[in-house]
């Protein structure tokens, strides 16, 4: 009998133990280390978005803090692929090109000291580069007499202009194209006048660049066809990339 009652008590101290241990670490009396820490992520900042031409160079300036620790990766997925194009331990700081007008996601990824990663994008809208028609002034053309060529000094912008990217239009007094055509080889001194029966427009190209440049002299030839021109015909340049009109002036 003693001894039943001896196990129950048993029984009974430790079922008030196990008890009291429950209480206390559910309290958190004990601490056997306390939590681990919590890494904080890094935070990336891939710059602001930008608006560029193919084939330009494009620069990102990508940067990162990490509230805990140290940036040890940037990395660069220029079309946001998932494919990282770019990579560095140091910067963020990459350059790149986009050779097809399009809007591309640009992405940094950076990792931190303990492998934590931060994410940021950035919008590159690239466009086509534009055509701008050059600027070319031309001498006013004299209508002397027939079969002698009339002259036009082309006075142009720095660089001047591919011959192969001009075309020629000569129009009467009532704005109707009487010819046109484009220009070929330069010659290298002034053609012979009253030789040919087609329209016909020469240049001697001074300075040999292949390009109407300031000084190049443009040969309007007297043929039999031209022999009604008069004072107020115009003749006109065209820039056959655009199709705009880079210069005309009228015969007096």
Same mark, same amino acid.
């Given at each position: 009998?003693?001894?039943?009652?001896?196990?129950?008590?048993?029984?009974?101290?430790?079922?008030?133990?196990?008890?009291?241990?429950?209480?206390?670490?559910?309290?958190?009396?004990?601490?056997?280390?306390?939590?681990?820490?919590?890494?904080?992520?890094?935070?990336?900042?891939?710059?602001?978005?930008?608006?560029?031409?193919?084939?330009?160079?494009?620069?990102?300036?990508?940067?990162?803090?990490?509230?805990?620790?140290?940036?040890?990766?940037?990395?660069?997925?220029?079309?946001?692929?998932?494919?990282?194009?770019?990579?560095?331990?140091?910067?963020?700081?990459?350059?790149? &090109?986009?050779? #097809?007008? =399009?809007?591309?996601?640009? !992405?940094? +990824?950076?990792? @931190?000291? *303990?492998?934590?990663?931060?994410? /940021?994008?950035?919008?590159?809208?690239?466009?086509?580069?534009?055509?701008?028609?050059?600027?070319?002034?031309?001498?006013?053309?004299?209508?002397?007499?027939?079969?002698?060529?009339?002259?036009?000094?082309?006075?142009?912008?720095?660089?001047?202009?591919?011959?192969?990217?001009?075309?020629?239009?000569?129009?009467?007094?009532?704005?109707?194209?009487?010819?046109?055509?484009?220009?070929? &080889?330069?010659? #290298?001194? =002034?053609?012979?006048?009253? !030789?040919? +029966?087609?329209? @016909?427009? *020469?240049?001697?190209?001074?300075? /040999?660049?292949?390009?109407?440049?300031?000084?190049?002299?443009?040969?309007?030839?007297?043929?039999?066809?031209?022999?009604?021109?008069?004072?107020?015909?115009?003749?006109?340049?065209?820039?056959?990339?655009?199709?705009?009109?880079?210069?005309?002036?009228?015969?007096?």
């Amino acid at each position: 009998m003693w001894y039943l009652v001896s196990m129950k008590n048993k029984v009974l101290v430790f079922g008030i133990c196990m008890l009291m241990l429950l209480v206390i670490f559910s309290s958190g009396c004990i601490d056997f280390g306390g939590e681990e820490e919590k890494n904080e992520k890094p935070i990336a900042d891939a710059g602001a978005d930008q608006t560029v031409y193919v084939n330009n160079t494009v620069y990102l300036n990508g940067t990162a803090v990490d509230p805990d620790g140290t940036i040890v990766k940037y990395e660069w997925d220029f079309n946001n692929d998932n494919v990282y194009d770019w990579e560095s331990n140091v910067t963020g700081s990459a350059t790149t &090109t986009y050779n #097809t007008p =399009a809007e591309y996601i640009a !992405v940094l +990824t950076v990792t @931190d000291n *303990d492998g934590a990663t931060g994410t /940021d994008f950035a919008r590159i809208i690239v466009q086509e580069v534009p055509i701008i028609t050059p600027v070319i002034a031309l001498s006013t053309p004299h209508k002397t007499s027939d079969n002698v060529n009339n002259t036009i000094i082309a006075s142009c912008s720095i660089g001047g202009i591919d011959y192969r990217n001009v075309s020629w239009y000569l129009l009467d007094n009532a704005g109707l194209t009487k010819a046109y055509g484009t220009f070929s &080889t330069p010659i #290298t001194s =002034a053609p012979t006048a009253g !030789v040919s +029966t087609t329209p @016909d427009v *020469d240049w001697v190209d001074n300075d /040999d660049d292949n390009r109407l440049s300031t000084g190049d002299v443009i040969f309007i030839n007297e043929n039999s066809w031209d022999k009604n021109i008069v004072a107020g015909w115009v003749f006109k340049l065209h820039y056959i990339p655009t199709g705009a009109t880079m210069a005309e002036v009228t015969y007096t």
